[in-house]
Antibody, heavy 120, light 107 residues
Framework: EVQVVESGGGIVQPGGSLRLSCVASGFSFTNYWMHWVRQVPGKGLVWVSRVNSDGTNTKYADSVKGRFTISRDNAKNTVYLQMNSLRGEDTAVYYC?????????????WGQGTLVTVSS | DIQMTQSPSTLSASVGDRVTITCRASQSISSWLAWYQQKPGKAPTLLIYKPSNLESGVPSRFSGSGSGTEFTLTISSLQPDDFATYYCQQYQTYPLTFGPGTKVDIK
C-alpha cells in the first residue's frame, strides 16, 4: 500500500522549534518529490513547502520562508520539516503528501496529518 | 500568487441529486487543476486532475471539466459517501494554491 505517515507534532511555545517527519512506504521514494501542506482546524488547505527527489531543490510559501526548512533522507524514506521561530499562526494540522506526477504539484497520497500547536 | 475561488461555499443537496461546484482562477492555469475530497477529521484525497482525469478508484459519478480560468466538478448522482468538503487546487505555478472549499451537506 502506498502511504505516508507523519509524526513530530505537539505543543510548542512561540519562538520555539519543532521537526516533523514523514515516512513513506509502498513506492519508490527516491523517484518522487514531496510536499508539506497545512490546515488550520476548520479552515482551508495551504501549501507550505516541497522538495525534489534528490533533495537539491526546495520551495517555500512566503509565510514560512526563512523559518522552515524541508529536507529528505532517501536512505530512510523520510522527509522532514524543520520549523523554527514558530508563531501562533503556524498552528495547524501539517500533512505530508507525495507529488503524484513527477513534480507537477498534484498531491497523492496524503498522510493522516500531525497537529502543531504554538501557544504559551 | 494565483487566487482560487469556489462557489458555492456550502451546498445542501439530497441523495441522487446532480451537484456542480465551480472553481475560478485569478489568471489562466491552462488545464493544471486538481480536485480533492476531504471528510471531517480525515486527510484530503485526490479525485480528479488535469482537470478531467479521474484518479484510479474514484467512482465514475465524479467528473471534471474546464480550462483557463473556469472549472467545474460534477457529481452526477450524489451518494451518502459524497457528503464532504471539496477543494480545487492549481498546479500551474508556485506557490501552489487551493480554493477555499465547498461543503456539500445533507438537505
Amino acid at each position: 500500500e502506498v502511504q505516508v505517515v507523519e509524526s513530530g507534532g505537539g505543543i510548542v511555545q512561540p519562538g520555539g522549534s519543532l521537526r516533523l517527519s514523514c515516512v513513506a512506504s509502498g513506492f519508490s521514494f527516491t523517484n518522487y518529490w514531496m510536499h508539506w501542506v497545512r490546515q488550520v482546524p476548520g479552515k482551508g488547505l495551504v501549501w507550505v513547502s516541497r522538495v525534489n527527489s534528490d533533495g537539491t531543490n526546495t520551495k517555500y510559501a512566503d509565510s514560512v520562508k526563512g523559518r522552515f526548512t524541508i529536507s529528505r533522507d532517501n536512505a530512510k524514506n523520510t522527509v522532514y520539516l524543520q520549523m523554527n521561530s514558530l508563531r501562533g499562526e503556524d498552528t495547524a494540522v501539517y500533512y505530508c503528501a507525495r507529488d503524484r506526477f513527477a513534480g507537477d504539484g498534484v498531491f497523492d497520497p496524503w498522510g493522516q496529518g500531525t497537529l502543531v500547536t504554538v501557544s504559551s | 500568487d494565483i487566487q482560487m475561488t469556489q462557489s458555492p461555499s456550502t451546498l445542501s443537496a439530497s441523495v441522487g441529486d446532480r451537484v456542480t461546484i465551480t472553481c475560478r482562477a485569478s489568471q489562466s492555469i491552462s488545464s493544471w487543476l486538481a480536485w480533492y475530497q476531504q471528510k471531517p477529521g480525515k486527510a484530503p484525497t485526490l479525485l480528479i486532475y488535469k482537470p478531467s482525469n479521474l484518479e484510479s478508484g474514484v467512482p465514475s459519478r465524479f467528473s471534471g471539466s474546464g480550462s483557463g480560468t473556469e472549472f467545474t466538478l460534477t457529481i452526477s448522482s450524489l451518494q451518502p459517501d459524497d457528503f464532504a468538503t471539496y477543494y480545487c487546487q492549481q498546479y500551474q505555478t508556485y506557490p501552489l494554491t487551493f480554493g477555499p472549499g465547498t461543503k456539500v451537506d445533507i438537505k
